[in-house]
């Protein structure tokens, strides 16, 4: 199975463990995690920064990969604000996918579609229905 791992630079160590849990059995879409572009390009305004034709491409291979997945984990150790996550998930809804939030989720509305898992043991089960 395809699978888009979703969260914070914060939680990059979570995201790691999963990923080499998941990736015996799974395919991981997306390494997005390598480079943390809000550190790494030095402009002097946020204007500045989003007109970096770097940031079309994140979103683009972001959006392709999210496409082409088959399921998205929302990594969220801890209830917490998200940004670009909160828009990935966004986008794997739109697009029919399911979502897992494995975690703690913040209450919002806009998280009823996910499914839900506070612990691995919930996690792989979750998974499980999933497998073909």
């Not at 914070?8 to 990736?23: G, N, T």
């Not at 970096?52 to 929302?74: G, H, T, W």
């Not at 986008?91 to 499914?115: D, F, N, Q, R, T």
Request: proline share 3%; glycine share 4%; aromatic share 12%.
């Amino acid at each position: 199975m395809k699978i888009y791992l979703a969260s914070s630079f914060r939680f990059v160590k979570d995201v790691l463990a999963l990923q080499d849990w998941l990736q015996s059995k799974h395919e991981i879409v997306c390494e997005w995690w390598h480079t943390d572009y809000k550190l790494e390009l030095k402009a002097e305004n946020v204007n500045e920064w989003f007109a970096n034709p770097i940031i079309k491409v994140i979103y683009q291979r972001s959006l392709q990969a999210i496409r082409e997945c088959d399921l998205l984990i929302f990594v969220t150790p801890e209830a917490t604000k998200f940004n670009g996550a909160n828009v990935e998930v966004g986008m794997a809804l739109a697009l029919g996918k399911p979502v897992i939030a494995y975690g703690h989720l913040e209450k919002s509305g806009m998280y009823e579609p996910l499914i839900r898992c506070s612990t691995f043991d919930e996690l792989t089960l979750a998974l499980r229905e999933f497998e073909i």
